[in-house]
Structure formats: structure tokens, C-alpha cells
């Protein structure tokens, strides 16, 4: 059974850091690519960062580009999501996400609240 665990979520103010964890279990967290969500109230959920599997390639949504870094430890079987200068518009649930065999599978989320 797939089970990803969000962790590292909070209150923080307006240029300030936080880093998620994601905990991977179920599945050989090595062979697959992982990807950061984010779904703020009222609006669709949308990608804000992916890695490969072996982590050698990194994409970013736009809006995040410059402050977030998306990484991974296969010996862990854990991902992150380090997050630095957040601003108000980052405060949302963030769930981690992969694919496997065709079948998305997400963890709980995790609040990120951006407020002074």
C-alpha cells in the first residue's frame, strides 16, 4: 500500500523559510518521479515543483522559481520542498504526489499559512 506523509507545514511570516518533508512508504520511492502540489482555498490545485526519480532534473512552476527547491533522498525514501522568502500568495495545503503504474497517489496535505 502507497502511503506518502506530508510533514513540516506552519505559520510563518512574510519572507520567512519553512521545509516540507514528504515520508514515502509502499513503494521503491527510488524508481519514481515526485512532484510538490499546492491547492489554496477557493482555487484548483496546481504543480509547484517536480523531480525525477534519481533527482538529476528539477522543474518549478513560475511563481515559485528563484525560492523554492524541490529535492530528495532515496535512502530515506523521503522528499522535500525547502521553501524560502515565502510571501502571503504561497499560503495553501501542500500535498506531495507520485505516480505510480498510471495511478496518482497523494499524501494529506500539509498547511503553509504566509501571514504577519
Same mark, same amino acid.
Given at each position: 500500500? @502507497?502511503? !506518502?506523509? #506530508?510533514?513540516?507545514?506552519?505559520?510563518?511570516?512574510?519572507?520567512? %523559510?519553512?521545509?516540507? &518533508?514528504?515520508?514515502? %512508504?509502499?513503494?521503491? =520511492?527510488?524508481?519514481?518521479?515526485?512532484?510538490?502540489? +499546492?491547492?489554496?482555498?477557493? /482555487? #484548483? +490545485?496546481? !504543480? @509547484?515543483?517536480?523531480?525525477?526519480?534519481?533527482?538529476? /532534473?528539477? *522543474?518549478?512552476? $513560475? %511563481? @515559485? /522559481?528563484?525560492? =523554492?527547491?524541490?529535492?530528495? $533522498? *532515496?535512502?530515506?525514501?523521503?522528499?522535500? !520542498?525547502?521553501? *524560502?522568502? !515565502? /510571501?502571503?500568495?504561497?499560503?495553501? @495545503?501542500?500535498?506531495?504526489?507520485?505516480?505510480?503504474? =498510471? &495511478? *496518482?497517489?497523494?499524501?494529506?496535505?500539509?498547511?503553509?499559512?504566509? &501571514?504577519?
Amino acid at each position: 500500500q @502507497v502511503q !506518502l506523509v #506530508e510533514s513540516g507545514g506552519g505559520l510563518v511570516q512574510p519572507g520567512g %523559510s519553512l521545509r516540507l &518533508s514528504c515520508a514515502a %512508504s509502499g513503494i521503491t =520511492f527510488s524508481a519514481y518521479a515526485m512532484n510538490w502540489y +499546492r491547492q489554496a482555498p477557493g /482555487k #484548483e +490545485r496546481e !504543480l @509547484v515543483a517536480s523531480i525525477t526519480s534519481a533527482g538529476g /532534473k528539477t *522543474n518549478y512552476a $513560475d %511563481s @515559485v /522559481k528563484g525560492r =523554492f527547491t524541490i529535492a530528495r $533522498d *532515496n535512502a530515506l525514501n523521503t522528499g522535500y !520542498l525547502q521553501m *524560502n522568502n !515565502l /510571501k502571503p500568495e504561497d499560503t495553501a @495545503v501542500y500535498y506531495c504526489n507520485t505516480v505510480v503504474m =498510471f &495511478s *496518482n497517489y497523494w499524501g494529506q496535505g500539509t498547511q503553509v499559512t504566509v &501571514s504577519s
